[in-house]
C-alpha cells in the first residue's frame, strides 16, 4: 500500500475523508461514490474468470477474445492507470433486491433466474455509473489528465479484494445490491494526451 492520502484528492472533505456525491434513490447515501483505491492487480487469477460458465453460457462469457474492451485484448491495468499515483473506484449501488420485488409484482409467473437477469437492470445501473463518473470528474481540476478504466476486471484487477481494502465487501453472487466500479486515474505518461 504505502500511499497516504492527500486533501488535493477529488472528493476529500478538509479531513482528507473521502465525501460521495448523492441524489435522489432508493439508496441515497450509496448511489453515486467514489473513494481513493490500491488497485490489487492480479491478471493471472483474474482474467480467466471470463471463461467460467455460467447459466447459459457454457463457455463463459460471450464477449470474451470478441470486444477490444475484453480479454484478452483488453490492456493490463498498469499498462493504461499509473498507479503509481492516486486511483479512484467510481461506483454506484443498484439495489438488486428491490429491483426484484418490483419485478415479481410485475410478472409474478416468472422464475429466479428471469427475476435477476441482468437484461433488465443493467442498462440502468450503467447509467447510473456514468452519472457518478460524470461527478467525479466535475470535481477534478480542468488540468488534471485522467483515465477513466470501465471494465477494470478485463485488465486484470481483482475489483472484489480492491474493494474490500476500504471497507466494501462485494456480495458474489449479488442479492441485495449490486456494485458497478469503474477505475479512475492519471494515463500511463501522466500528462500526455489521454
Known sequence: MGRESSNDDPGAGDDGKDRAVTTASPLPSLTRSWCRVWPVCEPERIRPLCRRPYLQHPKGCP??????????????LGDVLDLDSSVWAVYNVFPLAEHVCRMRLKHPDWSRAQLYCCLYWQGTARKQLRASIEAFLLQLPCATPKHIVMCPEACGC?????MKRVGIELEWPPKQ????????????????KQ
Open 177 to 192: 445490491i449490486v456494485y458497478q466500479i469503474a477505475l479512475a486515474g492519471l494515463p500511463v505518461g501522466g500528462r500526455g
Open 158 to 162: 481483482n475489483v472484489t479484494e480492491t
Open 63 to 76: 464477449n470474451f477474445g470478441q470486444r477490444d474492451i475484453c480479454p484478452p485484448q483488453a490492456p493490463l
